[in-house]
């Protein structure tokens, strides 16, 4: 069983895990599957006793690891493309778009609510690690419905991207007159204030 909450940023959170688009040389955070579990343990409610099979299955079986790998990879970046389509405004490519909605298709329905803590949280039933491991889009499932949910909810149109060139992470802007520009103003926002300082005094 697999109870996870979800939201409109967790599908932002997931295409973040390659990060500094904008520079010659991304850091990626995904480099193989036992990655993907971690960020999925850390986002996701998975219990530990079916993390500790996965990562003894992904150590038996590394091809079918790697592929289950570059399987995430693949929905990342369709969703990536789909929400760089919504901060401009822009219609969602077409095989983003395709890639999401057959996504959806193969991954568990929202069928069961479950008590989460003092709220609830939506539940997944899967049977147990065999040799195919498990479906990527089961343990994904959250960050699918997420996807859809951003596409069809009032979210869509605050969704930004960090004015910071280099940086480009992708967050959905909550402040009141929806005029955010960076992903974090102690970071990427002091760069930018920093940088125009340094400019001014150089032509002053």
């Known amino acids: 069983m697999l109870v996870s909450q979800t939201g409109e940023d967790l599908c932002l959170s997931f295409a973040n895990t390659l990060a500094w688009r904008g520079r010659a040389a991304p850091v990626e955070n995904f480099t193989d599957f036992a990655a ?12 530990d006793d079916l993390a500790g099979e996965l990562r003894s299955w992904a150590r038996e079986h590394p091809f079918k690891a790697t592929k289950a790998l570059a399987e ?3 929905l990342r970046e369709a969703i990536h493309g789909i929400a760089s389509a919504l ?3 822009e219609p969602v490519g077409s095989q983003d778009f395709a890639a999401l909605s057959q996504a959806l298709s193969q991954a568990p329905a929202r069928r069961r609510l479950a008590r989460w803590g003092t709220g ?5 039933e899967f049977g147990s690690v ?6 990527i889009l089961v343990l ?10 951003l596409m069809v909810g009032s979210g869509r149109g605050r969704v930004r991207q960090c004015a910071n060139s280099e940086c480009l992470w ?12 960076w992903c974090d103003m ?16 150089k032509q002053g």
């Open 36 to 47: 993907v579990l971690a960020w999925v343990e850390t986002n996701v409610a998975l219990p």
């Open 120 to 124: 609830y949280a939506w539940q997944i």
């Open 140 to 149: 994904l499932a959250p960050v699918v419905w997420s996807a859809a949910d």
């Open 87 to 89: 901060t401009c405004g």
């Open 170 to 181: 992708l967050f959905v802007d909550a402040s009141k007159n929806g005029t955010r520009r």
């Open 130 to 135: 065999d040799d195919a491991g498990l479906p």
């Open 72 to 74: 995430a990879v693949a």
């Open 186 to 201: 102690a970071s990427c926002g002091n760069r930018a204030k920093a940088r125009r300082h340094y400019l001014k005094m």
